[in-house]
């Protein structure tokens, strides 16, 4: 029980059970967010139960757990997504919380139901605040009638391409037609008149049916050049619900994130409280508990609009916690646990600067097209106002049965300029060899002047990544992979059998331009 609550607290009286165990966590996950939850809970004294597929026996967070169980093949339906062989896992290691990370079973309500049947306690949201937000047009139903804007459109599907026409007219083009049981871009068309509307609610059906089991389609008027700016939210069962601040989320590509910043550079003092403000109430409104976003479409004019929730931990949360100064992992524990928040009440406030960038094992001068195997060295940013949150080391191989992220690099500085001159820094000491990553995308980012000004939105991507990546990287570059490549081939031989790091093999090849050339560099 906390020692002090604020005054103006509605109830001193924790609502829902109170204090539960949560002595051993099994984390439903894997990677990166696996061993970010581990640390919390050791460092809360809580053991860790890890899960891993046949693909993850060489995992960090199998090693970095108290406890690991094998789940299954790799493939995600056999093993991370597999309710029944994550329940049976729980039982058999005695853990009495299952924390779900992000992706995977995070933010499915049955899985929420199926943990606490089974007198678990599921370290996030109720089921109904989970389902309450999952069907978009029930969150629109349920914003709206808070009092929070939401983007102008229906808060029921249409019936048919020819109400969809209708309502369009009514709206005014272009509109933006999306699937009820959507979210991130799936079964997404914008429609620019009336001409394309049937075809485009036809496509849009069937890309919905076949994601998700659900082919129904509203309609919202179509936002231009709209930022993605996000709140952090916390929910106790005392009755605190504070806010984080934002998240800057508007350099993505095909809706998947590459960079995050805290704060975003286009938000003020203002604009935060007023989001602050109306992302407690959407969370309040549908009575949430943990850790969420709100996620928001802010317009050039400064107005934004609700679109939705995320009900589970995010992975860009760490620039939030660098700014603020707050475990977010350490508050889902807590308030899993029928403890209260330890964020205070009134609003805090961010101190200096974090930004991002999600390193992934994938092509930027290919498409960004997803890479396979073998870490062959990994060399770790370190130093003041860095943060490395990974969940792969030298030696892991990468394969496509799940996400490429191979971690994310955060740096923090008093200002935007100081975070940014950081992780330039930071992301030159980053070595990662074996096969391509986004980190030379990221590098050039940050030389981007339309970056380096904050004056950016969603379509950042998509109007300057190809001027971004139109050079290779420099002949420098590649001999510094060579030769890393070499030193990481040396020191795995150096024991068994002695090598001349700088002189040819029986082929006539150097190290350097052999690693060069079997990482395709050359
Ligand atoms: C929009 C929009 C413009 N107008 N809705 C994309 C993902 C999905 N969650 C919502 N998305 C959008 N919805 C209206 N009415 C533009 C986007 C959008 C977007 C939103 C957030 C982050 C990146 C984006 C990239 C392209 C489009």
Known sequence: MPSILPSFHPSVVPCGAGSRAVKRVLIANRGEIACRIIRACHEEGIEAVAVYSEADR?????????????????????????????????????????????????????????????GLTFIGPPAAAIRAMGEKTEARRRMAAAGIPVVPGTNDPVRDAAEASQVAREIGFPVMLKAVAGGGGKGMRRVEDSSGIASAFKAASSEAQSAFGDGAIY?????????????????????????????????????????????????????????????????????????????????????????????RLQVEHPVTEMVYGVDIVREQLRIAAGESTTVPGRP????????????????????????????????????????????????????????????????????RDRAIRRMRRALDELVIVGLPTSQPFHRRVLDDPVFLSGDYDTDYVQRHGEKLLSTRPARETLELA?????????????????????????????PWLRAARLQGLR
């Open 58 to 118: 060489q995992s960090p967070h199998v090693r970095a757990a108290d406890t690991a169980v094998e789940i299954g093949p790799p493939p995600a339906k056999d093993s991370y997504l597999n309710v029944d062989r994550l329940l049976g896992a729980a039982r058999h290691s005695g853990a009495d919380a299952v924390h779900p990370g992000y992706g995977f079973l995070a933010e499915r309500a049955h899985f929420a139901e199926a943990v606490e049947q089974a």
């Open 219 to 311: 309609l919202e008027k179509f936002l231009e050049c709209p930022r993605h700016v996000e709140i952090q939210v916390l929910a106790d069962r005392f009755g605190h619900c504070v806010h984080l601040g934002e998240r800057e989320c508007s350099v993505q590509r095909r809706h998947q994130k590459l960079i995050e910043e805290c704060p975003s550079p286009a938000v003020d003092i203002d604009l935060r409280i007023a989001m602050g403000k109306a992302a407690v109430q959407a969370a309040t409104s549908v009575g949430y508990l943990g850790a969420g976003t709100v996620e928001f479409l802010l317009t050039p004019g400064g107005r934004f609009y609700f679109l939705e929730m995320n009900t």
């Open 348 to 415: 805090m406030r961010p101190r200096g600067h974090a930004i991002e960038c999600r390193i992934t094992s994938e092509d930027p001068f290919n498409g960004f097209l997803p890479a396979t195997g073998r870490i062959e060295f990994l060399r770790i940013p370190t130093g003041p106002g860095v943060r490395w949150d990974g969940g792969i080391e030298t030696g892991n191989t990468i394969g496509l049965f799940y996400d490429p992220l191979i971690g994310k690099l955060i740096a923090w500085g008093e200002t």
């Open 482 to 510: 060579a030769i890393a490549a070499a030193m990481a081939e040396h020191e795995a031989r150096a024991a068994a059998v002695p090598i001349a790091a700088n002189g040819p093999d029986a082929a006539g090849e150097s």
